[in-house]
């Protein structure tokens, strides 16, 4: 699977929209890009994900490039309880479905 | 609430015991997925089932091992527990476990060796 590179840690304002980027340079055509988040100690909670097209949900956008060397996501106004660590995992065929967590990126939103 | 259930939430023992973790995937969902969580080595894919079958194996130990069972729920049994085995361990599931279909995680078991 291709490798993810995340900056360590992100601070944000509340009611601000949060930017997360995501570098995964050596991503493959049949690779999809997934983001989660992990708050405390909880299980990770799937945010979105997608394979080319840029997508919208209720919790937020995906971005991502034409080249799909890279991608953001967007927590459109992010509160309190967005402060979570948040992973971008690139998913593809040879590894037979499990998600490859790496250090993510630690979120803190701020009043 | 993602509709995966594990149990126990909590779970205290001593070296050289047993324990079983149960999971109860969402509704429809037929495959199964372990993860473990320490401090020092992040979350890890253990081991996947998909309706009942041993699909992939990730660094499960030899002491560990799993099993799905028809109506689909899954067990994950760790042997011979050493201080090192303390973690968070998670399940997860998904439909038929395709790449374009998100896992959805459990609140996890945090197991405590003594």
């Known amino acids: 699977d291709a490798k993810t590179t995340q900056p360590p840690s992100m601070d944000c304002a509340e009611g601000r929209a949060a930017n997360l980027p995501c570098n995964h340079s050596?991503?493959?055509?049949?690779?999809?890009v997934y983001w989660y988040r992990q708050i405390h100690s909880q299980g990770p909670q799937y945010i979105i994900h997608?394979?080319?097209n840029n997508e919208t949900n209720e919790m937020a956008s995906l971005i991502i490039t034409e080249d799909r060397k890279s991608s953001t996501l967007i927590l459109p106004h992010a509160t309190l309880r967005d402060t979570a660590v948040y992973y971008c995992i690139v998913r593809g065929t040879d590894s037979w479905g499990k998600l490859q967590f790496g250090a993510g990126t630690q979120v803190v939103v701020t009043p | 609430d993602s509709g995966v259930t594990q149990t126990p939430k909590h779970l205290i023992t001593a070296t050289g015991q047993r324990v079983t973790l149960r999971c109860s995937p969402r509704s429809g969902d037929l495959s199964v997925y372990w993860y473990q969580q320490s401090l020092d080595q992040g979350l890890q894919f253990l081991i996947q089932y998909y309706n009942g079958e041993e699909r992939a194996k990730g660094n499960i130990l030899e002491r560990f091992s799993a099993q799905q069972f028809p109506d689909l729920h899954s067990e994950l049994n760790l042997s011979s527990l050493e201080l090192g085995d303390s973690a968070l361990y998670f399940c997860?599931?998904?439909?038929?476990?395709?790449?374009?279909?998100?896992?959805?995680f459990g609140d996890g078991t945090r197991l405590s060796i003594l």
């Open positions: 997608g394979l080319k």
């Open positions: 997860a599931s998904s439909s038929r476990g395709e790449l374009s279909q998100p896992q959805h």
């Open positions: 050596t991503i493959s055509g049949n690779e999809y």
